[in-house]
């Protein structure tokens, strides 16, 4: 019993690495921030070192590995990945990890759902520790994206005061404008990869366990909103096709929906968005 808990633990920890490597994948290839490479294939590393120990530990509970539909996405996925740092590091190819890893999640999430009901459910002992991760990186990353935000209204507040030639006491106090920027762009690149992984883990245990409208829960909805407007904050800072001002007020609108979602997942009534947060 420990080591299918060992097994089932590893194996969704290894699934919100890889949708935080493929998030920063995508920071290097489409946003072109190419520093980010290093923490990508970290994130892949230790993914890969705890799906093997997930794969692993389940053969040894099992007494081998049934090579049933969804057993062979997951074989398939840890190859596709040790094929990754095969192109890596062996052959010095670095432009395959923002479609390999991709390729790895979408077999990972495939997996859980070719396997129905035969994986974690609601009633199961760790079934309230999976919950409460969804719940802890969905939360982490909200507080990211407000933190952001907040420094870009900053921003624009000092930014209005020198425009206008005064100053205040607070203004004084202030960051500089750059300061204020790099604060904001930072705080919400680190929470959007973050996000992504929490929303990942609980939509595929919706659609899994089948959830009737799952996605029409007003929770989800406004999830989505927050996810695409802090997306599109992202890929106006780094492709710099909007000015600095209109970026912050896009961040602010995210706060909004941040705030929204958080009104909203504890207004309505309980057990209405029955898989998390």
């Not at 290839?29 to 230790?46: D, M, P, S």
């Not at 099992?62 to 052959?91: I, R």
């Not at 760790?126 to 969905?138: A, E, K, N, R, T």
Request: glycine letters at 10%; one cysteine or more; aromatic letters at 14%.
């Amino acid at each position: 019993m420990l080591l299918q808990q060992v097994s089932t633990v590893t194996f969704w920890f290894a699934f919100a690495l890889y949708v935080g490597a493929t998030v920063l994948y995508g920071y290097q290839f489409i946003l072109r921030r190419h520093r980010v490479g290093w923490w990508a294939r970290f994130l892949t590393g230790a993914g890969f070192i705890l799906q093997t120990i997930s794969i692993g530990v389940h053969s040894t509970t099992s007494h081998g590995t049934l090579l049933d539909g969804p057993n062979q996405l997951v074989l398939a996925s840890w190859a596709l990945v040790l094929l990754y740092f095969t192109m890596e590091h062996v052959l010095r190819i670095r432009s395959y990890g923002a479609f390999l890893i991709p390729v790895a999640v979408a077999g990972l999430a495939a997996s859980q759902l070719f396997a129905g009901g035969q994986g974690l459910k609601p009633g199961d002992t760790l079934y309230g520790s999976f919950v409460g991760f969804h719940v802890f990186m969905i939360v982490f990353a909200n507080a990211g994206f407000v933190f952001g935000a907040v420094s870009a209204g900053l921003y624009l507040y000092q930014d209005t005061q020198l425009r206008n030639h005064k100053a205040n006491r607070f203004s004084r106090k202030l960051p500089s404008l750059s300061v204020l920027q790099l604060v904001a762009r930072r705080s919400i690149a680190l929470a959007f990869p973050v996000y992504c992984a929490g929303l990942s883990l609980g939509v595929v245990k919706a659609i899994q366990f089948d959830v009737n409208g799952w996605w029409s829960d007003p929770r989800i909805m406004m999830s989505g909103l927050v996810l695409v407007t802090f997306a599109t904050y992202l890929v106006l800072t780094y492709r710099r096709e909007a000015s600095s001002r209109f970026v912050a007020w896009v961040s602010i609108a995210g706060m909004v929906f941040v705030i929204g979602l958080a009104v909203i997942a504890r207004t309505l009534p309980v057990g209405f968005h029955v898989f998390g947060l």
